[in-house]
């Protein structure tokens, strides 16, 4: 399971951050990192990108981005 | 120690204390500075990139204090321009102290950048800003064990209210003169990391005393161990040097992790066990207000009419606001200072090229620069508002996947829409994009939104040869200018700009009203900016315009000067599009210094010479004439641009101006070549405002120059394939 096939309300912990380079460290930088916790809130209107809750503040990236993401989901 | 402090103060009064102020974005780091330096605030760029940079010097206490505002980052990692900027100069110049801005609201993203600023050794005091927001939410916050834990000054603030002000100079005080008793403490990283820092530290110290020197120690050995490519370049230690590699080979078996998200987990660990040990939270959250707007301005399907609204209202009050004022400005410059100034060279005697020169190259070029000063500062008002206020990450939010597919980014929108009342404010408005990559791309198309300087060219030609179809035909150019943008953003996206996107990832920060004050000082500096820096590149060429069309000096055929040959020289290139007149081609060159040019340089070439050869002219009269000239067409500039919408009212009002000339048009072009040269005059090259425009933000001609090699080639294929298409269609030629 990856980040960007969560629906929106959806909650999933980090088990593996597949990006490498300037977007990993970015990420990382943001605090997505493994083991956090992350909410899937919104999709935007045109269905790209998506908003997520991470470390209690809304961080917005493409489904791209999101893919290399992978999450175990949280009930 | 405070002996040692106050002994030096003595010693040296004059010292001035260097303070950097780093922070995460929407942390209020700007407001805090303003609320600091006020308008004492001089923007600039920093050295050979495109990103702002802001300095003030302060008199507090009878010391001098020069605050540099680094880029807003979230990390110092070496990827980002913004990150590598804000590490470069906190390495390189060792202010005396750091102000690091925090967001009181979101502490523990915030104290990961605290981590890494406390690891290069420079005395930091923490603003806890934003603080009143964090107390309304029911957070509190112990400063006094915070303190214990960074070893460093915390003082609560709300910048937008000027609280806490003092006492954060008071620290940065102590703490950049070495009076403040207590030294940043080391944040151990957990054993494993901690024992290969030393090790590192030590094999440093030894083999290379004097990188030791160079750089802070504690610093360049947890570089070292992420293996930082920045850091090893500099320091021309090779990938496989012998200080850290082992130390990182080892850690990353133990971990199972690569070095730099170890250090990651390694920092947030810490800025988590802090926010922990500090922050006490109530229970139930409440739905904060953010989340009540965003579920409407965000809504699948309000979000986009919602965006849409927005974005009119910006482009309206920009150019409705701009408006009034820029024909205030251009009435004062075209009417009494230019008589005056004609008043005042003829009681001198000066010879009549000088005085032509005076008012209208050198007035005009003065003219024109102030004339987009209201546009510039009412359009960076607006974005600064909706960056301020946190709207800018939903518009990119909502419109990202639209413009990603140009290859744009969400953000791209703003500056592009702008584009269709003004490209030069739009061109400035290409700031909000932080990758240089979008903002060049965003920049390189937008000279393809049909601006409101083009419209009056548009007024005239439909109104003379599609009378009856006017409306039909501006919105086609319109539109033609639209799909040509996307055909070219996809194109660049596959050729120039090849390559790996930049990330998108970006906070949606809370709502936040921005303080009036931080948003007029932040106009008012960019648009004194524009007045000085462009200004000065707008003169020049307004002067050099002037040499172009009065020499040589008394020429009477407008044939025979400099640019009735310019004409002549290039109106064969536009045999095939339908229109190769040498008036055309020279109505198109004068057409670089603004658009609706295109149109009195027409009225100046077609119109009848003998009314004004009836009776010999006065002096006045000569003066008269010149005044009817370019330069003050130039100061003219303005108005026309902002006229976006006015198609009806500038018909009517091109109506009277044209009459005179409008046979001549009529007979020099069909209705064929009239859309192919609407056509080319839409596509072929950006103004000179907009090119300095261009240079500015830049700093470079480059971009400026691509952008009109392919307009130029653009709208010569473009205007071919509509004229021999019409042709064979047989629309006639």
Known sequence: MNLAKLSPGARGRITKIGAIGPMKRRLMDMGVLVGETVTVEKIAPLGDPIEITVKAYKLSLRKSEAEGIAVEVLP | ?733
Not at chain 2, 194 to 207: C, F, M, P, S
Request: glycine residues 10%; aromatic residues 10%.
């Open chain 2, 1 to 733: 120690m405070k002996t040692a402090a106050v002994l030096r103060q003595a010693l040296s009064p004059q010292k001035v204390l260097t303070v950097a102020v780093a922070g995460n974005p929407n942390s209020g780091k700007s407001t805090l500075i303003n609320a600091l330096a006020g308008t004492r605030l001089q923007v600039g760029n920093w050295p050979g990139v495109t990103v702002e940079k802001k300095e003030a010097v302060l008199e507090y206490q009878g010391r001098k204090i020069r605050l540099v505002d680094l880029p807003g980052t979230y990390s110092l990692s070496p990827y980002s321009q913004e990150e590598v900027i804000a590490r470069d100069y906190l390495v390189r110049e060792k202010p005396d102290a750091i102000i690091d801005v925090l967001d009181a609201t979101n502490l523990e993203r915030n104290l990961y950048l605290t981590m890494q600023l406390l690891e290069l050794g420079l005395p930091v005091v923490a603003a806890l800003n934003i603080f009143d927001e964090a107390q309304n939410k029911g957070y509190r916050i112990d400063t006094g064990a915070m303190e214990e834990m960074l070893g460093a000054k915390v003082i609560p603030t709300v910048a937008t209210r000027k609280r806490g002000m003092e006492e954060l100079l008071d620290a940065v005080v102590d703490a950049g003169e070495g009076a403040a008793e207590r030294r940043p403490r080391k944040l151990p990283y957990g054993g494993d990391i901690e024992a290969a820092v030393t090790e590192v530290e030590k094999k440093v110290t030894d083999l290379y005393p004097h990188l030791a020197e160079r750089y802070p120690l504690r610093w360049l050995a947890l570089k070292l161990l992420e293996g930082d490519r920045q850091v090893l370049q500099e320091t021309n230690l090779g990938d496989h040097h012998a200080l850290a590699g082992e130390a990182s080979r080892h850690l990353q078996q133990a971990h199972g992790e690569d070095m730099e998200a170890l250090m990651a987990d390694a920092r947030y660990a810490q800025a988590a066990g802090l926010t922990r040990e500090v922050l006490r939270k109530p229970e139930a959250s409440r739905v904060e207000l953010t989340e009540k707007i965003d579920r409407v301005v965000l809504n699948r399907f309000l979000g986009i009419p919602i965006f849409l609204l927005a974005m009119w209202l910006m482009f309206k009050l920009t150019f409705d606001v701009g408006n009034p004022l820029v024909d205030w400005v251009d009435g004062v410059f075209s009417g009494p200072l230019t008589r005056w100034t004609k008043a005042l060279f003829i009681w001198i005697a000066a010879p009549e090229w000088l005085g032509s020169l005076a008012t209208e190259g050198v007035i005009g070029g003065v003219g024109t620069v102030l004339t987009f000063v209201p546009l510039i500062f009412a359009m960076m008002f607006f974005i600064t508002f909706l960056e301020g206020s946190g709207y800018m990450a939903r518009a990119a939010f909502v419109m990202d996947r639209a413009m990603h597919a140009l290859g744009l980014h969400g953000k791209s929108f703003i500056p592009m829409l702008l584009g269709f009342g003004c490209n030069v404010p739009a061109i400035y408005a290409t700031r909000t994009l932080e990758n240089p990559r979008d903002k060049v791309l965003t920049a390189l198309l937008i000279p393809l939104m049909s601006c409101g300087a083009k419209l009056p060219v548009y007024a005239l030609f439909t109104g003379l040869f599609f009378a009856a179809h006017s409306t039909t035909v501006i919105w086609s150019l319109y539109v033609l200018g639209i799909v040509l943008a996307m055909a070219m953003g996809i194109f660049f996206k596959r050729t120039l700009f090849r390559g790996e996107y930049p990330l998108f990832i970006m906070e949606l920060p809370p709502y936040r009203l921005p303080s009036l004050k931080s948003l007029m000082i932040h106009t008012w500096e960019k648009g004194k900016h524009f007045l000085i820096k462009a200004g000065t590149y707008i003169l020049g060429m307004s002067i050099l315009m002037w040499f172009l069309l009065n020499l040589p000096w008394g020429v009477k055929d407008k044939k025979d000067s400099v640019l009735g040959r310019i004409g002549q020289g290039l109106a064969p290139i536009f045999q095939p599009l339908g229109f190769g007149q040498w008036q055309a081609a020279s109505s198109l060159v004068t057409g670089f210094i603004a658009k609706e040019i295109v149109v009195t340089t027409m009225g100046q070439i077609y119109g009848k010479e003998e009314e004004k050869q009836e009776e010999p002219p006065t002096l006045g009269e000569d003066l008269k004439e010149i005044g009817l000239s370019l330069g003050k067409a130039i100061t003219e500039a303005g108005r026309n641009v902002v006229a976006t919408f006015g198609v009806a009212s500038l018909a009517v009002e091109e109506d009277e101006k044209t009459a005179s000339w409008r046979g001549a048009l009529t007979e020099q072009f069909s209705p064929l070549s009239a859309l192919t040269f609407m056509a080319f005059t839409l596509l072929y090259m950006p103004c000179m405002v907009t090119a300095v425009a261009f240079r500015h933000e830049f700093g470079t001609w480059k971009w400026f120059g691509l952008a009109t090699a392919y307009g130029l080639v653009l709208a010569w294929l473009v205007a071919f394939a509509i004229y021999q298409g019409g042709r064979l269609l047989g629309l006639g030629g």
